[in-house]
């Protein structure tokens, strides 16, 4: 309603005809609502652009003047008067002027002589129609602001998440590192990094949180930030040595364990749990000790031309209290490469078969894949995108590539 009366809505009555006019009058008097009469197109007009009313009740035929047919156009052609209904008055029970009246815009028709139950309801459905789509229109703009505000939030979240990724990585000689993150939202689960502890060591992890959406990723910020290797005694991953300024690295399943104890799964505040591999690698000897937390096993990629994928490892990090961790091993021979991925690199299904891409593809893929690590990397993110066939992904892709030369 536009809010001219509190009582009720403001209708404008158009006809020629004096008489018709007061038989309307004493028709809608009862109902409360303002009421408002113009003797012409070109009066109505002046008084519906002064008075914007709720609803219009229009005679067709009125000499000299415009008709009602172009009297409607007119309104509809004013922005401010487009969406106001239009109730068309007349003797003419032909179908034609029915259907030509609807193509114009109006609402509905009440034919001469005036039947006062029938002006009563038609006049009262049809503002109760126009209320509702007003209200309607109001929810819409203001779940369009509130949607506005939510993807401008969870745009500058998935830039914060994004900051945490790897900017640079280590410079070792003998070795090349690559990675790629590809989110399935504006926010992921999923979290990696590359990082040097000291002179020896190279400590890297990738992790996937269960779920999406905005709790699993807060989960992977919290777990990426406690892996941060700050050189304090609060770092989950550096233990500060005896002379100072020197530092070594906290072995992958007690980093683990640490991890465990600080998320523990609690439904329903805490209803995730993370997957990953934690590790470590001394690159002068090339070997590489890690930690595997219910995460897929890590891809090697031998100098000779054979890939295998190396299951095993513990319970999801959150999962089990009190959890132990077993630390493995793998040693990189020059023209090695060792990669470690999140499922969704092989869960991804195709549009079309809804096929998943499967670990086999994933084995080959890195097998064959040509140029260094970085180059292995991209190319094979790219194609489980391309396998999935949309832009929306099913899951986060994580691939973490070692490679040494």
Known sequence: MNGNTPDGATILMVDDNATNLQILFKTLQQTGHRLLAARSGEE???????????????????????????????LKADEGLRETPVIFLSSLDDTSNKVRGLELGAV???????????????????????????????????????????????????RVQQALL??????????????????????????????????????FYLLDVSGHGVPASLLAVTATRSLAPRCDRSSLVIEPGWDPGTYSAVAPDEVMRRLNV??????????????????????????VRYACAGHP????????????????????????????????????????????????LYEQKSQDTLEQFGRERLRSGLQQAEGDVQ?????????????????QLDDDLSLLGIGRV
């Open 375 to 391: 180059q292995a990397v991209d190319h094979t993110v790219e194609v489980v995108r391309r396998w999935s066939g949309s832009d």
């Open 44 to 74: 109505a007009l002046q008084t519906a652009e002064k008075a914007r009313p709720d609803l219009i009740l229009l005679d067709i035929m009125m000499p000299p003047g415009i008709d009602g047919y172009e009297t409607i156009q007119r």
């Open 166 to 203: 790897p900017t640079t990585l280590p410079e070792c000689e003998g070795y090349g590192f690559g990675w790629a993150y590809k989110p399935c939202n504006e926010l992921g689960g999923d979290a990696l990094d590359v990082f040097r502890i000291n002179d020896e060591v190279i400590a």
């Open 262 to 287: 600080m998320n523990p799964m609690d439904p329903p505040r805490n209803p995730h749990f993370i997957t990953m591999i934690y590790g470590l690698l001394e690159p002068q000897h090339g070997r």
């Open 297 to 344: 096993g890590p891809i090697v990629v031998r100098a000779d031309g054979s890939a295998t994928i190396v299951d095993g490892g513990s319970a999801p990090v959150g999962l089990v209290p009190n959890s132990q961790f077993e630390v493995m091993q793998i040693d990189l021979e020059p023209g090695d490469r060792l990669f470690i991925h999140s499922d969704g």
């Open 108 to 158: 509905d028709f009440v034919t001469k002589p005036f039947q006062a139950e029938e002006v009563i309801a038609r006049v009262q459905t049809h503002l109760t129609i126009n209320r509702l789509q007003a209200d309607l229109a109001d929810r819409n703009a203001q779940l369009e602001a509130a949607n506005q505000r939510m993807k401008h939030d969870l745009d500058a979240a998935g």
